[in-house]
């Protein structure tokens, strides 16, 4: 049987002075889940950057509008009757509103021997979660990204 | 986010604290920037630096290519682990040349 459980669902307007705010209340949240410091730190910072790309990408200089945070927290004791350990998910999901369609190909990692300034946040959204996915959004521009990180 | 630059012997030294964000990188990019224009070279303490993200790290890097082709020394200085996680997961670990004292840095200016 799987259990899922929303940890958070907080709509913010897109911009940089949102994102300290955003972050403590993902790091309270994240506090139901008990997981190690250094796990929560590389979630925090990958849903951070994942933020930070709807505000300067699908937004940018022309559109504003806000982002819908969803975290869910799911386990399963499915594993455990196998006599493996409990799997267990935590799911973001970040919804915008923006008129700019992203494309998978804004998602992908830039090859990390190019030493220069910018195009990192892919990579770190890549590194720290196990699944990432543009989903569609029904009704309505804008756009729908699924993180998934196993725990 | 702190971001102070102290004038030391031969050198600046930037002392950067708290998070370092998207909201705040712009301003770490303008005090490394106006810093290396003087032609000093650069040690960025990172002890008190308790986030991190992309913004921040592109800032450090924008540094390291304008002291590296103007041949100015340029490090970082005890990297808080928060800080170091986000290093290791861009590789840029093996990139910047990293320190645990200013008698380490001073040694490599002479």
């Known amino acids: 049987m799987t259990a899922i459980r929303k940890i958070l669902e907080y709509q913010f307007p897109a911009c940089a002075e949102q994102m300290g705010g955003v972050r403590q209340k993902l790091r309270e949240a994240l506090g139901q889940c008990d997981q190690p410091e250094a796990v929560v730190n590389n979630v925090v910072l990958a849903v951070g950057e994942a933020c930070m790309n709807i505000i300067q990408h699908a937004y940018g200089q022309s559109d504003k509008g806000d982002i819908l945070l969803e975290v869910e927290w799911r386990t399963s004791d499915k594993g455990a009757e196998n006599g493996s350990k409990e799997p267990r998910n935590l799911i973001f999901r970040l919804t915008d509103f923006a008129k700019h369609k992203t494309c998978a190909e804004q998602m992908r990692s830039r090859p990390l021997d190019e030493i220069r300034p910018g195009g990192l946040g892919c990579h770190i959204i890549n590194q720290v979660m196990d699944e990432v996915a543009l989903l569609d959004r029904q009704g309505g521009h804008g756009n729908v990204l699924e993180l998934r990180k196993h725990l | ?110």
């Open chain 2, 1 to 110: 986010m702190e971001c102070n630059v102290k004038s030391e012997f031969g050198y600046d030294l930037l002392e950067l604290g708290g998070e370092v964000d998207l909201q705040y990188s712009p301003q770490l990019r303008e005090k490394i920037l106006n810093s290396l224009k003087t032609g000093n070279p650069l040690l960025i303490d990172m002890a008190k630096v308790s986030y991190i993200d992309s913004s921040g790290i592109a800032s450090l890097v924008e540094g390291f290519q304008t002291a590296k082709t103007s041949k100015l020394q340029y490090g970082l200085l005890n990297i808080s682990n928060t800080a170091m996680q986000v290093l290791t997961l861009t590789r840029l670990d093996k990139i910047f040349n990293l320190y645990t004292s200013t008698a380490e840095f001073r040694q490599k200016l002479q």
